[in-house]
């Protein structure tokens, strides 16, 4: 049986299997030659000294014990050809894993992706940076893999108290990932290499007799007798069944208009609204490991901050070391930012969304749209960023101090948003209360973290869709609709996830729950 041992050592000597073997061998008490694997587990930076340090828990495996390299393996899915067949809407993380699962509960998932697969979105990509087109079905956040795939691929989750994360991560593994992230205390694929993984499981998908298909935008939801019945698309024809999960993700305004203008219920939601903030990565490394220079064994630094400002949570939200910022629209006449990073984080920049919590009384003067209030709240302020700056994809822009002092910034530089920016006071574009309260924000978060508060970081509003602006209530038991039986509200848009894992997870469980109903 191998020895389960924690110990912290310094970057250089968990970047090299050699060294870690030797430190190992003295904490065992034994040469190094006796040695046979040391096989981390989890591993954490600590920098909290001026030393910085890795946490790490390994497996000890003496020569002689049984060692064998692990493999993971995928779940035997079965064939699904004939079976029982469910309607999965959206191929994001929830509708993916929905379908994984179904299949191995020996279920037909017909999934349905209003936008194009992995690889057709890029050319839908490419017209948003440089020629400004917006596609409503094919963009950051419509298409195969939803709206993570070209987001970065985080997988950090707090969400352990809603399911298995071990066994998300584990199936990622098996369909293609490094196992690295099953080691890393903030595991990320990285949209370099999420893109393969996605396609790899839509093709399993399809081989075990599940249907996946693009371009299949839903317009409305058949119901007879409070009971789903199917869905009918854009092109005019429907698909039936009895079985839906709605896994439409957070941006999907299409879908809450018609489940308020069909009178199914939906609740308005809070949600936090802010900027993206962009720093020079070198600087970010500097304020979190007190140095001068990284060095080659750190990975480019992350933070987290979190403020109590005005009687509200102000905090950074899908922080992206070594990143890019992305535009995000979903429709013509909006603009709208997020983060990604590639695998390696290995960009000069460092960004982070900063945002502020809402509360539903903050929608009062969009009263009138019901539920959709705070969606509608959320639009306006994306529409207005749009006409100040420009009315293309460029968004705007200020600099952090500058912002602070009402200041129009004399000049921006170039950031890594590609579609460009535009010299904005921001507070044109948020209402007063958010204003104020980022203004006076960012000069506590200056005070928390020494260099931070400068005015060569960049803010580009708006960061707008941190969750959805709409719950979608199902029963706690069932995870059935309360009004409409067969209908099974699912993910982020429907208000139970925020990111991948938790997505994944949640897809799962609707999955489970169609099962044991039948």
Same mark, same amino acid.
């Given at each position: 049986?191998p020895?389960e041992?924690?110990?912290?050592?310094?970057?250089?000597?968990?970047?090299?299997?050699?060294?870690?073997?030797?430190?190992?061998?003295?904490?065992?008490?034994?040469?190094?030659?006796?040695?046979?694997?040391?096989?981390?587990?989890?591993?954490?930076?600590?920098?909290?000294?001026?030393?910085?340090?890795?946490?790490?828990?390994?497996?000890?495996f003496?020569?002689?014990?049984?060692?064998v390299?692990?493999?993971?393996?995928?779940?035997?899915?079965?064939?699904?050809?004939?079976?029982?067949?469910?309607?999965?809407?959206?191929?994001?993380? /929830?509708?993916?894993?929905a379908?994984?699962?179904?299949?191995?509960?020996?279920?037909?998932?017909?999934?349905?992706?209003?936008?194009?697969?992995?690889?057709?979105?890029?050319?839908?990509?490419?017209?948003?940076n440089?020629?400004?087109?917006?596609?409503?079905?094919?963009?950051?956040?419509?298409?195969?893999?939803?709206?993570?795939?070209?987001?970065?691929?985080?997988?950090y989750?707090?969400?352990?108290?809603?399911?298995?994360?071990?066994?998300?991560?584990?199936?990622?593994?098996?369909?293609? /990932?490094?196992?690295?992230?099953?080691?890393?205390?903030?595991?990320?694929?990285?949209?370099?290499?999420?893109?393969?993984?996605i396609?790899?499981?839509?093709?399993?998908?399809?081989?075990?007799?599940?249907?996946?298909?693009?371009?299949?935008?839903? +317009?409305?939801?058949?119901?007879?007798?409070?009971?789903?019945?199917g869905?009918?698309?854009?092109?005019?024809?429907?698909?039936?069944?009895? $079985?839906?999960?709605?896994?439409?993700?957070?941006? /999907?305004?299409?879908?809450?208009?018609?489940?308020?203008? $069909?009178?199914i219920?939906?609740? /308005?939601?809070?949600?936090?609204?802010?900027?993206?903030?962009?720093?020079?990565?070198?600087?970010?490394d500097?304020?979190?490991?007190?140095?001068?220079?990284?060095?080659?064994?750190?990975?480019?630094?992350?933070?987290?901050?979190?403020?109590?400002?005005?009687?509200?949570?102000?905090?950074?939200?899908?922080?992206?070391?070594?990143?890019?910022?992305?535009?995000?629209?979903?429709?013509?006449?909006?603009?709208?930012?997020?983060?990604?990073?590639?695998?390696?984080?290995?960009?000069?920049?460092?960004?982070?969304?900063?945002?502020?919590?809402?509360?539903?009384?903050d929608?009062?003067?969009?009263?009138?749209f019901?539920?959709?209030?705070?969606?509608?709240?959320?639009?306006?302020?994306?529409?207005?960023?749009?006409?100040?700056?420009?009315?293309?994809q $460029?968004?705007?822009?200020?600099?952090?101090?500058d912002? +602070?002092?009402? $200041?129009?910034?004399?000049?921006?530089?170039? +950031?890594?948003?590609?579609?460009?920016?535009?010299?904005?006071?921001?507070?044109?574009?948020?209402?007063?209360?958010?204003?104020?309260?980022?203004?006076?924000?960012?000069?506590?978060?200056?005070?928390?973290?020494?260099?931070y508060?400068?005015?060569?970081?960049?803010l580009?509003?708006?960061?707008?869709?941190?969750?959805?602006?709409?719950?979608?209530?199902?029963?706690?038991?069932?995870?059935?609709?309360?009004?409409?039986?067969?209908l099974?509200?699912?993910?982020?848009?429907?208000?139970?996830?925020?990111?991948?894992?938790?997505?994944?997870?949640?897809?799962?469980k609707?999955?489970?729950?169609?099962?044991?109903?039948?």
């Open positions: 049986m020895r041992f924690q110990f912290q050592v310094s970057p250089e000597v968990a970047a090299n299997e050699v060294l870690l073997t030797q430190h190992v061998a003295k904490l065992v008490q034994v040469s190094p030659k006796e040695i046979q694997k040391v096989v981390v587990v989890k591993r954490s930076i600590d920098a909290r000294q001026k030393s910085i340090k890795f946490n790490i828990k390994a497996n000890v003496l020569v002689g014990e049984n060692f390299e692990s493999k993971m393996e995928l779940p035997n899915y079965p064939n699904v050809t004939n079976q029982q067949e469910v309607i999965v809407v959206g191929a994001g993380p /929830a509708g993916l894993f379908a994984l699962q179904l299949i191995e509960l020996g279920l037909k998932p017909i999934v349905l992706e209003r936008g194009k697969d992995v690889r057709g979105r890029r050319r839908d990509l490419k017209a948003i440089v020629d400004h087109i917006v596609n409503e079905d094919s963009n950051y956040c419509f298409g195969e893999g939803g709206a993570g795939t070209y987001s970065d691929g985080k997988l989750t707090r969400s352990k108290k809603r399911g298995d994360v071990d066994r998300i991560l584990q199936l990622l593994v098996g369909f293609g /990932a490094s196992d690295e992230i099953l080691v890393e205390a903030h595991p990320h694929i990285g949209t370099n290499k999420l893109p393969q993984i396609q790899d499981i839509r093709e399993k998908i399809i081989a075990c007799g599940g249907e996946v298909l693009f371009e299949k935008r839903v +317009t409305d939801i058949l119901i007879k007798n409070n009971e789903v019945d869905v009918v698309l854009q092109d005019g024809s429907t698909i039936n069944a009895n $079985k839906l999960i709605l896994a439409t993700g957070h941006s /999907a305004r299409d879908i809450f208009e018609l489940l308020d203008r $069909k009178d219920f939906i609740e /308005a939601k809070p949600f936090a609204l802010g900027v993206r903030a962009e720093h020079p990565q070198e600087l970010i500097r304020i979190q490991y007190s140095c001068d220079f990284r060095g080659d064994y750190l990975p480019p630094a992350p933070y987290s901050i979190v403020k109590q400002v005005n009687g509200r949570g102000m905090y950074s939200f899908c922080m992206c070391p070594g990143g890019v910022i992305a535009p995000c629209a979903t429709a013509p006449g909006e603009v709208v930012t997020n983060g990604w990073s590639p695998s390696k984080r290995d960009q000069a920049t460092a960004n982070s969304g900063i945002v502020v919590e809402l509360r539903l009384e929608f009062k003067p969009f009263a009138k019901g539920a959709l209030a705070g969606m509608e709240f959320q639009k306006a302020i994306e529409q207005k960023a749009w006409q100040v700056a420009g009315e293309t $460029k968004v705007p822009a200020q600099r952090m101090i912002f +602070t002092q009402k $200041k129009i910034s004399s000049n921006i530089p170039k +950031t890594s948003y590609v579609p460009g920016t535009t010299s904005v006071e921001l507070g044109a574009i948020f209402p007063d209360f958010l204003t104020n309260t980022m203004r006076e924000g960012f000069v506590q978060f200056g005070k928390s973290m020494n260099g508060f400068t005015n060569d970081a960049i580009h509003a708006p960061e707008s869709r941190t969750s959805s602006s709409v719950r979608i209530p199902r029963d706690a038991i069932s995870l059935e609709h309360v009004q409409i039986k067969g099974y509200p699912c993910g982020e848009g429907a208000g139970y996830a925020g990111g991948i894992i938790s997505a994944a997870i949640d897809g799962e609707c999955a489970l729950k169609i099962k044991e109903s039948l």
